[in-house]
């Protein structure tokens, strides 16, 4: 009972915070939500990730694969060992996109289930009908529509790798 009582005040507090955008029309309002979402995340990537180092590992990826694929021909014991060190650095890049996951993930977990609460229905009608969805889109897969897009175009924009 007390747990119920902390997840309803936590949705108040998000109801009275985003309340300009739940009187919007629920397509609209949860497009200014995705934005938002994904722009705060994108940011997250590109303060907290050293973009010229990434740059970096990801052009010395490249050469290498490039020579791997060429000594693969001629030598494939060099092109193997080429291979391996693509996948050392390969790693490096892994450890260096996963520091800003965390603060990603207390995010959505903070908001995603509030927005659950809150659009509940239909909130994207088409005017045709798609195999298994349709004509509308509940919060979930307009979300997932929307921010997908969004953020290639803030990764562009500002300069994320």
């Known amino acids: 009972m007390m747990k119920m009582g902390i997840v309803e005040s936590y949705y ?19 497009a200014v ?15 907290m990730v050293n973009q010229a180092a990434l740059r970096e ?7 290498l694969q490039a020579k791997a694929k060429e ?3 001629t030598d494939p014991e060099e092109a193997n060992k080429a291979v391996t060190e ?10 260096m996109n996963f520091k800003p996951m965390l603060p990603t ?10 927005m659950a609460s809150v659009w509940k229905g239909p ?18 897969m307009w979300y997932l529509l929307l921010s997908i897009p969004m953020t290639q175009i803030f990764r562009k924009m500002l300069g994320v790798e």
């Open 12 to 30: 108040a507090a998000l109801s009275v915070i985003f309340g300009p955008l739940l009187a919007l029309p629920p397509v609209l309002g949860e």
């Open 33 to 47: 939500m995705a934005t938002i979402i994904t722009l705060v995340i994108t940011l997250f990537y590109k303060y």
């Open 57 to 63: 590992l990801k052009t010395q990826m490249k050469a």
């Open 71 to 73: 000594l693969q021909k």
């Open 86 to 95: 693509v996948l050392k650095l390969s790693n490096k890049q892994m450890r």
């Open 105 to 114: 993930l207390v995010l959505v977990m903070l908001l995603l289930p509030w």
């Open 123 to 140: 909130v994207a009608f088409l005017p045709f009908s798609l195999p298994y969805f349709g004509n509308d889109f509940g919060w979930l």
